[in-house]
């Protein structure tokens, strides 16, 4: 039986960063169809609008906690012979 793992998961301030894309699903906040831009109705380009906001929320994170090391307790000493089951 193998021993239990640590995970690798980590931690950064940088994570809550990723909370804020999630506003845009407060659909009470853009339920309206104006103020229109260009012929949209505001309940579509407000979501437009978000997509950037999105992708600069996770490449942030991405670019501020890319190089932190993964602390793990203990070594990894299973083995990739070990995960496969069918070779017993």
Known sequence: MPSARQPSL???NWNLLLLVPL?????SWFNT???RVLGLPFF???QFAWVPVGVLC???VYVKTKDEPVVTGKPDL???DDL???AK
């Open 10 to 12: 980590r931690w950064s």
């Open 23 to 27: 506003l845009m699903l407060v659909t």
């Open 33 to 35: 169809d104006g103020p």
């Open 44 to 46: 579509y380009w407000y």
């Open 58 to 60: 996770v490449g942030l």
């Open 78 to 80: 299973l083995g990739v």
């Open 84 to 86: 496969d089951e069918g």
